[in-house]
């Protein structure tokens, strides 16, 4: 079963950037089907993209379009959201999922699914 450990995530001001990064260990992360999630303040969780294992992603969140981009790096077994011009409504904890749920990246490739990173805080804020 994978483990996901998540870096990356911090204060920045309103227009920067985050890359946050959701790093495997136990399985190869190009196994599994990722996804990213935001929880903001007092709100429950909101898909935001995932990353198929074929490496095509699909958006969720329109707010983000063009904004934030998913990607993998395959030798270093890690996953990342890149996000751009970042606004202070989209401060929050962002996690990952491999074996994700989401469609259309779902694969059953891995037999594993719904691993959780732990979570990482982005604030954005002058």
């Known amino acids: 079963q994978v483990q996901l450990a998540q870096s990356g995530g911090g204060l920045v001001q309103p227009g920067g950037s985050l890359r946050v990064s959701c790093a495997a260990s136990g399985s190869p992360l190009d196994k599994y089907a990722v996804g990213w999630f935001r929880q903001a303040p007092g709100k429950g969780y909101e898909a935001i993209q995932c990353?198929?294992?074929?490496?095509?992603?699909?958006t969720f969140a329109g707010f983000v379009k063009g904004r934030f981009t998913v990607s993998r790096d395959t030798a270093k077994n890690t996953v990342y959201l890149q996000m751009n011009s970042l606004k202070a409504e989209e401060k929050g904890v962002y996690y990952c999922?491999?074996?994700?749920?989401?469609?259309?990246?779902?694969?059953?490739?891995?037999?594993?699914?719904?691993?959780w990173g732990q979570g990482t805080q982005v604030t954005v804020s002058s």
């Open positions: 999922e491999a074996g994700t749920l989401l469609l259309p990246c779902w694969s059953d490739y891995s037999g594993d699914f719904s691993n």
């Open positions: 990353i198929a294992t074929d490496g095509t992603y699909t």
